[in-house]
């Protein structure tokens, strides 16, 4: 069944490929030999068009589903993931627990297909976030994702708490950021600067308290995502090390 479904939906989405597209997406993306998304194949479809394509097919099962995240194009597997978040949102407001354990632990199980950081920045707060937040044990799985060697794995850990901190839940962030100081990556201090701003955006003197602590020791490009929105002579400061 997960096959016909998987032939029927890249039928679909070929309609409303774009080569042109696909050619840019390829660079952003980083796709050419020895970068992050090394060999990942895109149509050139737009978020909003898989978005609303999703909405059609919300209620595909985990096998169907398993095809998608198993195809070699990159939105058919960004469209597995935005049915996956659709599907948690659902169960979520139906309180259906169960589903939503169901539908982590399938995402969790399938982490090696979630191979590019906006298939990770779109569904992991929405899944691993929201699901982590209600658990005893959150810290403790979020850290372990911190402590992998796979990159994809790594942004999780920090993205996931993006789901925290719109709860006005900061100290996982903060744990996490601080963890991933001396982390090699430069996607891994984009996100935990990005995760720090938003920490900033709700409560700026918590922020400004990480930042007195770290910002000597901090990626250069996770303090500039991070103090992005503050005022320019703080800004210009922190930059300086003032």
């Known amino acids: 069944m997960g096959v016909v479904v998987e032939s029927a939906i890249e039928k679909e989405l070929q309609k409303v490929a774009s080569s042109a ?8 993306f980083k796709t050419a030999p020895g970068e992050y998304g090394e060999g990942d194949k895109f149509l050139g479809i737009t978020v909003p068009v898989l978005r609303s394509i999703a909405k059609k097919h919300s209620t595909l099962d985990f096998s169907s589903l398993s095809k998608l995240l198993e195809s070699s194009w990159h939105e058919m597997r960004l469209l597995a993931l935005l049915i996956l978040v659709l599907q948690y949102q659902k169960a979520f407001k139906l309180q259906e627990r169960e589903f939503c354990g169901d539908i982590y632990k399938f995402y969790i199980d399938n982490f090696q297909r979630i191979n590019n950081w906006d298939l990770v920045d779109l569904s992991a707060p929405h899944i691993v976030g929201a699901e982590l937040f209600l ?6 799985v979020l850290l372990s994702f911190a402590e992998s060697n796979d990159l994809w794995s790594r942004r999780i850990a920090i993205v996931a708490t993006f789901y925290f901190i719109r709860q006005s839940s900061f100290l996982h962030t903060l744990e996490i950021s601080e963890f991933l100081l001396q982390d090699k990556a430069d996607l891994i201090h984009k996100a935990c600067g990005w995760m720090l701003r938003e920490v900033g955006k709700r409560d700026q003197e ?6 007195r602590k770290n910002r000597k020791v901090m990626p250069r490009t996770m303090l500039r995502y991070a103090i992005e929105r503050f005022p320019e002579d703080l800004r210009k400061s922190y930059l300086r090390g003032g």
């Open 21 to 28: 597209k696909a050619a840019v997406l390829q660079r952003f």
């Open 135 to 140: 658990k005893d044990e959150g810290r403790e």
């Open 206 to 211: 918590c922020l400004e308290k990480f930042l």
